[in-house]
């Protein structure tokens, strides 16, 4: 079993502290706070003291600092009897101000956080849920620890650990519409249509002359961002084959007239139409 390298420093409790070898698997973390303003050090000292007769796993500074006093391998005596330490690793955490609220400085909440989800990490523990496996002193005892400070971010504290742990997926890259080239078809023909300019398109594609291209070549239309094309009118067209020809699907001529603020079927050549992508 292994322990967290965010733990610079090791200064262990002594087994009068804690309850020896685990039996159970590690299946969730409790939070405490120190009920004071104290460096991880100094804190890991106080359940050095075999008159203690407690201890935690980690100990988290008011300066973000951690010391570990336990293997995590150790069931630890923390949170007011064995059987609510028996499958946990206990973290205390120091105050930034005594009294109040008891609020931690947001260099220890970081380290609580980051401490969390390496926990979670390499003891194969679920995604964390405030109260399920994200647990704090006094869901087992009369108690005041963890604070209300600490207790009003357990929610943040699973989500932040979670997110460390899970990173969002890669931004997929931004989806160009690919137009194929047919026969006498110019760049410039090919860019009024779709609502943007030749040199646009040659820039995109690479294409050192605009002049030069050919059938059956797959020119990237850039995404504008606007959600529309534009299609200028010719003789003959109607918004039903408009539609149809540009948009797959003649009855979708309803979206070409309501993007347009049309009241009336009616359109003319040379007039420039919005198309929806
Ligand atoms: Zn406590």
Redesign the pocket.
Known sequence: MSNSTLAKKYIPSPETNHWGKRKERIAKIIV??AAGVISAENLAKLFADPQRGASATYCIGYDGAIVRCLDEGITPG??GGYEADRDAITIEVSNSASGGQWPVSNASLQSLIKLCADIVKRNGLQNLVKGKNLCW?SMYQA?A??GQYLLSKMDYIAAEANKINTPPPVKEESTDVVHTVSAGETLSGIASKYGTDYTVLAEHNKIADPNLIFRGQKIKIPATGTGSTSYTVKSGDSLWTIAEKLLGNGSRYTEIKSLNGLTSDLIHPAQVLKIPR
Do not use: A, I, M
Request: aromatic share 0%; hydrophobic share 0%.
């Open positions: 405490h706070h923390t949170s002193h108690t620890c963890p």
